[in-house]
């Protein structure tokens, strides 16, 4: 009976996995069920506001051709009326001239007749008077007509390239693409933000600009955050824990127009902005406080972040937006605690870059330097942890391979903090007013 007792167990035990199994199989095969769905919902959609928009456009097209031809036609008739005016009013000058030397010689001709048939007695006054009369007319004085040669022949010159050129336009306008040339591959959160990647996937397709759009998840309305040739962008002062939704467009090598735009995709960051903290006399801060201006104040000190926001794997990033003069005491970074006290992140348990390009580690200078920094220079913090031996755990020590960059160069080092840490603060210290950074 035990023995039957467990086998019902095991039999039972192995019913319900079965049934189990059953149920993550359903749930499985209906969620690609549901995305098969939106999938063919994606595609009929797309093909009903495909279809509209070519109606609408050979809609306009006809619309603006019929009105061009006809504004065209109408110039060219009023041509032809002007110069059929210009010519026919010299033959109408012409046909007045003559047409009264008809009538001049009907009249001379009736004299002529009157002179001849008068009486004796009055013969000789009358044809006297007669032949001075036909002198005055001048009779061989004829007016000259224009031959035909001389006159306008008017004709239309109609080109009939025009229409093998417009046909040849028409019968090439227009594509019909089943997928954007290109789309959005990859939106990681950043702190305030998000990086935003996107990649060709029309491999005969020459992009020669990209233009990338969002919108916020309570707005219709796209706008334009970025418009040039790099294939990624990072999208700053986003709102944490809000969806954004991204598409990105291309422009062909030598076109105006833009390609259709891609999927769009939904992201949004979980990770506060970098802020400066507030309140230090030496420094003015923007609105957003991710901007630090070093005033004239003859306050000196180190400006930490708000809070400790570098987290490792991220890149920190500081751009210079205004420079002053160059002092070996100036310095961007992160360190481990926001210590007052010091004029300088040149300390232990920080690293930095002097604005003449050295780079401190605990206080001490590389060997190893970067460039000069300036106005529009760049300079961005990456971390990882590197993995310690069991005893460097059990003493609480943190390795850090960490690489700065600037302008065209790096540095890369190991840094060996004595104790393990989630997260760094940032930090800068100028000693001339002028310097402005914007971190994010």
């Given at each position: 009976i035990r023995e039957?007792?467990?086998?019902?167990?095991?039999?039972?035990?192995?019913?319900?996995?079965?049934?189990?199994?059953?149920?993550?199989?359903?749930?499985?095969?209906?969620?690609?069920?549901?995305?098969?769905?939106?999938?063919?919902?994606?595609?009929?959609?797309?093909?009903?506001?495909?279809?509209?928009?070519?109606?609408?456009?050979?809609?306009?097209?006809?619309?603006?051709?019929?009105?061009?031809?006809?504004?065209?036609l109408t110039l060219l008739l009023l041509e032809v009326d002007t110069i059929e005016q210009e010519s026919i009013k010299p033959l109408d000058d012409c046909q007045k001239l003559i047409e009264h030397g008809v009538n001049t010689a009907d009249d001379l001709l009736r004299d002529g007749e009157n002179a001849i048939c008068c009486g004796v007695g009055e013969k000789n006054?009358?044809?006297?008077?007669?032949?001075?009369?036909a002198l005055q007319i001048q009779l061989d004085s004829l007016p000259e007509v224009p031959s035909l040669v001389e006159v306008a022949c008017l004709s239309a010159q109609l080109d009939d390239s025009f229409l093998m050129a417009v046909k040849d336009r028409i019968v090439s306008y227009g594509t019909v693409a089943s997928q954007p040339p290109v789309q959005i591959e990859e939106l990681i959160e950043r702190p305030g933000g998000i990086l935003v990647?996107?990649?060709?996937?029309?491999?005969?397709?020459?992009?020669?600009?990209?233009?990338?759009?969002?919108?916020?998840?309570?707005?219709?309305?796209?706008?334009?955050?970025?418009?040039?040739?790099?294939t990624e962008f990072l999208a700053l002062h986003l709102d944490p824990n809000i969806d954004y939704q991204y598409r990105v467009g291309a422009?062909?090598?030598?076109?105006?127009?833009?390609?259709?735009?891609?999927?769009?995709?939904?992201?949004?960051?979980?990770?506060?902005?970098?802020?400066?903290s507030s309140g230090f006399e030496g420094y003015s801060l923007s609105?957003?406080?991710n901007i630090a201006l070093r005033?004239?104040?003859?306050?000196?000190?180190?400006?930490?972040?708000?809070?400790?926001?570098?987290?490792?794997?991220q890149t920190l990033t500081f751009r210079i937006e205004g420079a002053s003069q160059l002092d070996k005491r100036d310095s961007?970074?992160?360190?481990?605690?926001?210590?007052?006290g010091y004029d300088s992140l040149q300390r232990d348990k920080a690293v930095c870059i002097s604005t003449n390009g050295a780079v401190f580690v605990n206080g001490k200078e590389m060997t190893n330097q970067l460039p000069t920094i300036s106005t529009g220079s760049t300079v961005t913090f990456d971390m990882e942890a590197v993995n310690l031996l069991p005893s460097s755990y059990e003493e609480g020590n943190l390795k850090l391979r960490v690489t700065i960059s600037s302008g065209n160069r790096e540095v890369?080092?190991?840094?060996?903090?004595?104790?393990?840490?989630?997260?760094?603060?940032f930090g800068c210290s100028f000693t001339s007013p002028g310097w402005k950074v914007l971190v994010f």
């Open positions: 039957m007792e467990i086998e019902t167990e095991a039999l039972l035990q192995e019913a319900k996995e079965s049934i189990e199994a059953a149920q993550n199989y359903k749930s499985e095969l209906q969620q690609r069920l549901q995305g098969l769905n939106q999938a063919r919902k994606q595609i009929k959609e797309s093909a009903s506001q495909t279809r509209e928009v070519l109606k609408q456009r050979f809609s306009d097209l006809q619309e603006t051709l019929i009105k061009l031809l006809n504004e065209r006054e009358e044809l006297g008077n007669f032949t001075k009369k990647r996107w990649c060709k996937v029309d491999d005969d397709f020459l992009a020669q600009d990209y233009r990338l759009q969002y919108r916020k998840s309570t707005s219709n309305h796209f706008e334009d955050v970025y418009v040039g040739p790099e422009r062909g090598d030598g076109r105006h127009e833009w390609s259709p735009w891609s999927i769009p995709q939904t992201a949004h960051t979980t990770l506060v902005p970098h802020e400066w609105s957003r406080r005033n004239d104040c003859p306050a000196s000190g180190v400006l930490y972040s708000k809070a400790p926001t570098y987290f490792c794997g961007i970074g992160v360190c481990v605690e926001n210590l007052n890369v080092f190991d840094w060996l903090l004595d104790q393990p840490c989630d997260s760094l603060y």
